[in-house]
C-alpha cells in the first residue's frame, strides 16, 4: 500500500446532515460525534441552522468545519480507520462520482448505522463528509486514492 505524503493533502473537512421534525436532535448530533476522533468532541464545533422546508416542516442542519491542520489531520486519520476495505475500495472504483473538480472528495455515510457507531457508505438520508485535497501537493485524484490506500 501507498504511504500517504507528508503535508497537509487535505486542506478542510466539512462533516454535515440535516434533521427533520420526526428526527430526535440530540441523536443526530450523537451520531456526528461519533465521527469525530476524541481530540474534537469536547469542543463545541457544531453549527445548527434552523431552516423551514418548501411545505413549512422544520428543518435542522448540522454542520462541523475543520480548516486547523492539526483538527484535519487526526479527523482524516480517525475517519480512514472506520471505513471498511470494502468502502474505500468501492469509493476508488468510483472516484469520479465521488469528486468534483475543485479537488472535493464527497463521501455519505449511512445516518442511522452512525447511530450506533458503524460508518458504512450510504445514499439515503446521509451524513455527509466533504474533503478539500490541495492542488499544490500533486493531482487531486491521485493523493485521493494515496488517502485511501493508506493506514
Known sequence: MLALKQGH?????EVSTIAH????????????TRMLPDSLKGRQIFTRRYLQGHYG???VTF????????????FKTFFLKRLTEVDKASIRKELDRHTDADGNLYIRI?????????AQLAQDD??????KFTKFTGKPTGLMIEYLESE
Open 57 to 59: 416542516n422544520p428543518i
Open 110 to 118: 449511512d445516518k442511522q448505522k452512525m447511530f450506533r457507531g458503524t
Open 21 to 32: 421534525a420526526t428526527d430526535d436532535l440530540e441523536k443526530i448530533q450523537n451520531a456526528l
Open 63 to 74: 454542520e462541523v468545519h475543520l480548516t486547523e491542520p492539526r483538527d484535519v489531520e487526526e
Open 126 to 131: 446521509p451524513i455527509r463528509v466533504r474533503m
Open 9 to 13: 493533502t487535505v486542506q478542510s473537512v
